[in-house]
């Protein structure tokens, strides 16, 4: 069917919607620096996976980036290329199969390259493999997403690494930014030089990993082209690999939903919609981060809490039916906390301004719902799973796949 992008009041019930142009978008711009820079730029699935979409993907990249058995299989069968595999711990149940669809191979412990690397090897002869090291050095300020924090899992420290490295390990893997900008990379690329450059001579290979949000709207690509291009001059037997997941499904979708209900308690208004934070929209509890509503003013924290306050609202300046007569737009203001619709508690967040009141059956549109979440949604409460479709650059929307209860019950398997 045909749906008006701009307001998609023509869907009743959830669904996240990945639309065709601003993927493409996305895609020409990732083909364009990873061409200009001589670097190779591949898909990681952590963040974004919907492998319905794998052919438009290929005729803009070649491989992608898996950390389990599972996302190699996705990798190797759907997309149709060997991955870049790393995993914080291979299983002996797992390596062969895992080798077997892998281009490269990358350890995060020496002791973990020793026990499998004669397995892999002879599960796939052709296997590249690398060890993931640890600059002890990145700029994420949430820990729950820092890999360099102090006592971290991840990675080899300089320190720990053999002058000269085991035969068989071409490539060194690094993996420390979160949704960054290309001047977090300039410093942090003088770390890992710093630490590691000494082994480089060694290497056919190195990694930097995710977390390079080339396609954000102030994100400086003309100095990330530059950086790697001068990388490549400095140590030219280094093929160079990036693997964002993020940038790839920046801005490509929004996640539809409904208001099913309103409530209050002691002032605070609270629209309950069809679908659930904890469940759809993870990141924004975990990272914290505050999603876009397209219509609506963020008013972060304005209703958290009897005495929360912001400067531009407090409690004082909302009445008994939730309006801010603060006037920040010249009129009065709706406040709204957003609650989703499972049992856990903390399943909400705040505060959105809007210019009217809600109605039950409003469509609410939070934007920017395509990566880190089809990927890590999950079933609580046996909660409706919303659709998954594509907006095609006609405005036809294709669903790709619609869930129901028999999803459910086989994960209860």
């Not at 959830?14 to 670097?39: C, F, Q, T």
């Not at 090291?133 to 720990?160: H, K, Q, W």
């Not at 939903?257 to 629209?271: K, L, W, Y």
């Not at 719902?369 to 998954?388: D, E, Q, R, W």
């Amino acid at each position: 069917m045909k749906v008006n992008p701009e307001t998609y009041a023509e869907l009743t019930r959830p669904a996240y919607v990945l639309e065709e142009k601003r993927l493409r978008r996305n895609l020409a711009l990732i083909r364009d620096v990873a061409e200009r820079s001589g670097v190779e730029i591949i898909l990681a699935f952590k963040a974004y996976a919907l492998w319905k979409t794998f052919p438009i993907f290929r005729e803009y990249i070649s491989s992608t980036t898996a950390s389990s058995l599972s996302e190699a299989r996705l990798a190797y069968e759907e997309f149709g290329a060997p991955a870049h595999t790393f995993s914080p711990a291979y299983t002996d149940y797992e390596i062969d199969d895992i080798a077997r669809m892998s281009s490269h191979l990358t350890f995060n412990s020496l002791s973990q390259y020793e026990r499998y690397h004669n397995r892999a090897k002879a599960a796939n002869s052709a296997i590249k493999f690398g060890v993931r090291v640890n600059p002890e050095y990145s700029e994420v300020g949430t820990d729950i997403y820092n890999p360099c924090a102090p006592g971290t899992r991840f990675g080899v420290l300089a320190e720990d690494l053999p002058e000269t490295l085991p035969e068989n390990i071409t490539g060194f893997h690094c993996h420390c930014h979160c949704e960054s900008g290309s001047d977090v990379f300039q410093r942090t690329l003088v770390h890992i030089e710093e630490k590691f450059s000494k082994w480089f001579p060694q290497l056919e290979w190195i990694n930097f990993g995710g977390g390079h949000l080339m396609t954000r709207a102030d994100y400086d690509v003309e100095l990330l082209v530059s950086m790697l291009k001068d990388f490549r001059k400095r140590y030219p037997n280094l093929k160079v690999i990036l693997e964002p997941g993020s940038a790839f499904g920046w801005q490509t979708g929004p996640l539809v939903s409904h208001v099913v209900d309103i409530v209050e308690n002691h002032g605070i208004r609270t629209a309950i919609l069809d679908v659930s934070f904890t469940c759809h929209m993870p990141d924004c509890l975990e990272m914290p981060y505050h999603p876009a509503v397209r219509g609506a003013e963020t008013v972060e924290n304005a209703l958290d809490g009897i005495s929360g306050s912001l400067p531009t609202v407090g409690k004082s300046d909302v009445d008994n039916n939730g309006v801010c007569a603060c006037g920040g737009r010249g009129h009065s203001s709706f406040l709204y906390r957003l609650g989703g619709n499972s049992c856990l508690s903390g399943d909400w967040m705040s505060a959105w301004r809007f210019d009217h009141e809600l109605q039950i059956g409003e469509t609410i549109i939070f934007e920017d719902m395509l990566h880190y979440t089809t990927v890590k949604t999950c079933t609580f409460n046996g909660i409706s799973h919303p659709a998954i479709c594509l907006l095609r650059e006609n405005n036809e929307l294709i669903p790709l796949r619609e869930y129901s209860y028999e999803d459910y019950r086989d994960r209860m398997d």
